[in-house]
């Protein structure tokens, strides 16, 4: 190995333990309050450290911290496409706060696609139910907050949850099976 190449591993060491690790933990928390296990959150992280490894000139990033962040959030959303069941509250998180290269492109039209139909979804609820939903899982309300907000039970604003996000999912599923016409409305599950 040359005597520059040991330099730069060297030097890359250093900028990662100064500007990267002491904001790992931030990040793992976000993971972690996004319901991301801990086992997923290390393989995030592992690959994400390996990207940054690749980068030539890792010395000019503005916001370290920042651009780590961001490559972690790419790696979360293209695991979440994956299953094709997808976390409302990661989605809304990822949706509202993650920026693209160029390089994403085709990841970002994706997500922004299933977004999108992920709105639509929530959209076709019944009013009561997607007013819950979106109070709870995009907005990040208490069930304590919605009922005394909505003037009922914290037990009915719960079952609405509950019913919402099952005909969210159905209606997910339904439309990635082979056949469906997009065009077929929510069915709506709920009173």
Known sequence: MANTELERHLRMSLWVAKEI???????RGW?????????????LLQEAYCRLATIDAFEAIASPPAYFFSIARN???KKLRRPQVVS??????IDSTIQFDNDDMEDAAHLRHASAKLRGLIAGLPDRCRRIVELRKIEGWSQKEIASHLGIT?????K????????????????ARPGNMAAERLERVVP
């Open 21 to 27: 690790l002491p904001h790992e933990s931030r990040i």
């Open 31 to 43: 993971f972690r309050r996004n319901r991301i296990s801990p086992e997923d959150t290390d393989e």
């Open 75 to 77: 790696l979360l959303a």
């Open 88 to 93: 409302i509250e990661s989605f809304s998180e």
């Open 154 to 158: 914290e037990k009915a604003v719960e």
């Open 160 to 175: 609405q949850v509950w019913l919402g996000v099952r005909a969210i999912r159905e209606a997910w599923e339904r439309k």
